[in-house]
């Protein structure tokens, strides 16, 4: 079992995007996330390129500091594709200040 590292306390968005950021670079490599503008508006599959593996690693690494991975899961899979498709980083940080009230 992994411990979940918590780095960012209660549900703050700003504070949430900084930290999906970082979680972001982890997947995709801090150089692209350094050159994107990457704001709430900006898309998981369009604008990043995410796969499926790649949002279920971004999950796991959002993980380490928000405890919410299971919840995230089944909220993700329970979309539509056509919504999944356009989900947005704004979406994914909505989602954990929710969960984290």
Not at 1 to 10: C, F, N, P, R
Not at 78 to 101: E, M
């Given at each position: 079992?992994?411990?979940?590292?918590?780095?960012?306390?209660?549900s703050?968005?700003?504070?949430?995007?900084?930290?999906?950021?970082?979680?972001?670079?982890?997947v995709?490599?801090?150089?692209?996330?350094?050159?994107?503008?990457?704001?709430?508006?900006?898309?998981?599959?369009?604008?990043?390129?995410?796969?499926?593996?790649?949002?279920?690693?971004?999950?796991?690494?959002?993980?380490?500091h928000?405890?919410?991975?299971?919840r995230?899961?089944?909220?993700?899979?329970?979309?539509?594709?056509?919504?999944?498709?356009?989900?947005?980083?704004?979406?994914?940080?909505?989602?954990?200040?929710?969960?984290?009230?």
């Open positions: 079992m992994t411990d979940v590292i918590v780095t960012a306390v209660g703050d968005p700003q504070a949430i995007l900084t930290q999906l950021r970082q979680c972001l670079g982890e995709v490599g801090t150089q692209v996330v350094c050159v994107l503008d990457i704001d709430l508006d900006t898309r998981i599959a369009q604008d990043l390129g995410l796969t499926s593996l790649d949002v279920m690693r971004l999950i796991e690494a959002v993980n380490q928000y405890p919410v991975a299971e995230l899961i089944l909220w993700i899979s329970g979309l539509p594709l056509s919504r999944i498709r356009q989900l947005t980083v704004g979406d994914i940080v909505g989602f954990i200040a929710n969960a984290l009230r």
